[in-house]
């Protein structure tokens, strides 16, 4: 058992540039890497492993760099038990200010017999000589049995105590094929725990893969067992699934630290702004439900949980955005949202609407919303700017038909249903030049008006591919230039709404009293 009020330090070692660079598509050049290492360096990652120097090179000049120009964090290079890797490994490092050598060999009966073709002895041989010829060239060594999880256990702890009498100070777990469960995970971790002399001062570490989803589950059970370093990359990326993810092992550290009685000494407000460094370097994308840098990681469209949002953030929230280094949680308007949000926008907007106002707002709102995914401020305001344009009637455009396309021989069509003063409802289509013109033109035949049409102007009032579009329309009718602005997502709809403003102008100025008459000038809206 954890004591609530003690947590043990985690050292996060790091491996975006390494294990993460491994998976297809997210190779980075020198200066990349470097950019990429002084963030890790500035968010306080302990241990930063900047490639496998024997690889190429451009992994040695990467490793070479960053232990030039990054500061504060250790610095390591993998390498295989080969002394050319190691060398290779130490070369690169060799400006550092801490320096770690990080040499493998795979420990598994699968591994060792179709792969290296070596018997246990000879793994152990090859293990124990690299371990002490990587020591005699830095002070930190750590050995990673790979495939760990996947080993007898007793052969697993036959080669930690002779890596470590060899001189190994970390001894690594890897889960290098993201087979093992966090139960499994915790009982390994305990397992080696024990056959570690008390005072060895080596630490157990972690290396677990995603392949079923579980890296972070994984990582999380060994620390609980007595794991003091996690390893892992941003966004988790890395071979096939992918690793551990930095951002996430890290935040469940700190949320839970009463759980997992252990922390690490990274700057949490960082994790957002590398987690979108490290994207738009790779040219790959966050997913919106990832957790703590998603998209979504903050944000609330249902309106139940809305309302819960803005009575209390911890009714739905149990980290605080900006503690990750997102400004602020959102609440998404879209079809799930209820009243409470909506007239929290309002307000926010700038917006102040009356009880009967808010609720027509709300009734077109879910109408929109119903039509959009997202409903963005800028749809609101136009729809509070509809909500206020001039509903006086009488004519009302019950419905629109339009048939147009494109090359020769189309005739874009309209057709109308109005209804009039008298409650008739009037049916009419015209043809035009597009499917605008000919939606004007069997209203004007509807309404029996004459007009000219003198100014139209459409744009999109919101974001995505479903924005809304604005039209503004000015027609000139019995001599008298009249407005009418409509919004719409369907741009036709929005003209022959505006129209319909118009011919209502229209109609009202004609009969109503010559004193009510405003001055010609000011007509339009
Ligand atoms: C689980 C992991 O993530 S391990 C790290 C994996 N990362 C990488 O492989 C990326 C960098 N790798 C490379 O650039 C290349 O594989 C190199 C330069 C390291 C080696 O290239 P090559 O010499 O052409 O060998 P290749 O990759 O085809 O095969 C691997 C060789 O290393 C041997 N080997 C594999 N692991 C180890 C080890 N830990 N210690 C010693 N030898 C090893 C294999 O048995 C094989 O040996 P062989 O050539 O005698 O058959
Ligand atoms: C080299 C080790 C740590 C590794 O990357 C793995 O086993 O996945």
Known sequence: MTDKNRTDPV????????????????SMTVPQKLRMARTLADMGVDVIEAGFAAASQQDFDAVREVARAVKGATICSLARCNSGDIKAAADALEPAEKKRVHVFI???????????????????????EGVRLARSHVDEVEFSAEDAIRSEPEFLAE??????????????VPDTVGYTTPDEMGRLIAYLRERLPEDSGVVLSAHCHDDLGMAVANSLAAVRAGARQVECTINGIGER?????????????????????????????????????????????????????????FAHEAGIHQHGMLANRETYEIMRPEDVGISRSTLVLGKHSGRHALADRVSELGFTLSDPEMEQLFGRFKTLADRKRQVFDADIEALIAGEQRDQGGPWSLDRLHISSGMGEGQLPTAGVAMTGPDGETIQEAAVGDGPVDAALKAMARATSTEFELVGMRVRSVSEGEDAQGEAAL?????????????????????????????????????????SNLPPRVSAAI
């Open 241 to 297: 699934a992918g690793n551990c993810a930095l951002e996430e092992v890290v935040m469940a550290l700190k949320t839970r630290s009463d759980y997992f009685g252990a922390e690490t000494g990274i700057d949490t407000r960082k994790l957002y702004p590398a987690s979108r460094q490290l994207a738009a370097i790779i040219g790959g994308f966050v997913p919106a439900n990832k957790a703590i840098v998603g998209d979504n990681a």
């Open 11 to 26: 050292i996060v070692f790091d491996t975006t540039l390494r294990d993460g660079e491994q998976s297809p598509g997210c």
């Open 474 to 514: 000015t027609a000139r009718i019995d001599g008298m230039p009249l407005s009418g602005r409509a919004v719409d997502t369907d741009i036709v709809a929005a003209c022959a709404q505006a129209f319909l403003d118009i011919l209502n102008r229209a109609h009202r100025r004609q009969n109503a009293p010559a």
């Open 106 to 128: 795979a420990t598994s009966p699968i591994h060792r017999e179709h792969k290296l073709k070596m018997s246990k002895a000879e793994v152990l041989a090859r293990a124990v």
């Open 159 to 172: 080669v930690m105590a002779a890596v470590v009498a060899a001189g190994a100070t970390t001894f690594n």
